[in-house]
């Protein structure tokens, strides 16, 4: 029963806010002045990017798209993506925005099916990388905290479904998985 999960902080909302902070500085630094597209894969992405997004000083647009890969803990190689943006994006520097980073499959899709759009570059950041092997690609370019390979709720990623409105990160209680 879902009310009687307990979930245990991982990263508290105060980590969260200063973390988005430096993540903010670190992408200003690097845009300057330039226009932007960010693209926020839903539903996970979308209280981070919110937080995020409003801290970034260049020109800006942003839409979201959306990928889904997992079933309650465990993540799949099938995913559904659409990938449909309301704009053009030839020629635009696109930043795509990710909750987290698992096996790498989901943030992979996406690159490729903007790429498809004739960007003029593409850059991601997560907010959180998981610690695990990943054949699927490198890793974020910029990345909010690297986490142990443990499965996460909270501050938008969710356990189907629910969770996703907690202020923080947390670890869900291990019993629910049976
Ligand atoms: P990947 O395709 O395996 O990298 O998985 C990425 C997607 O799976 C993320 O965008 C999340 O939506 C979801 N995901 C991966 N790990 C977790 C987790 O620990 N908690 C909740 N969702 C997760
Ligand atoms: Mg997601």
């Known amino acids: 029963m879902i009310r009687n999960n307990t979930v245990k902080t991982l990263l508290s909302k105060t980590k969260i806010q200063k973390r988005n902070r430096e993540l903010a500085a ?40 959306s990928a889904a890969s997992y079933s309650g803990v465990e993540s799949s190689t099938n995913i559904t993506l659409n990938t449909q943006l309301k704009f053009d994006i030839e020629n635009n520097d696109i930043l795509i925005i990710d909750d987290i980073l698992d096996t790498g499959n989901t943030l992979k899709s996406v690159t490729a099916a ?65």
């Open 26 to 65: 670190a992408i200003n630094r690097v845009y300057g002045t330039m226009p932007v597209t960010a693209v926020v894969i839903t539903n996970g992405a979308l209280i981070f990017a919110a937080d995020l997004i409003r801290q970034l000083t260049f020109p800006l647009r942003f839409d979201t798209v």
């Open 114 to 178: 903007l790429y498809k759009q004739n960007p003029k570059s593409i850059k991601t950041c997560v907010l959180l990388d998981k610690d695990r092997p990943r054949r699927e690609m490198d890793g974020a370019d910029f990345v909010g905290f690297k986490i142990p390979d443990v499965f996460v709720v909270g501050y938008g990623l969710d356990y189907n479904e629910y969770y996703r409105n907690l202020p923080y990160v947390g670890i869900l209680n291990p019993t629910v998985y049976d």
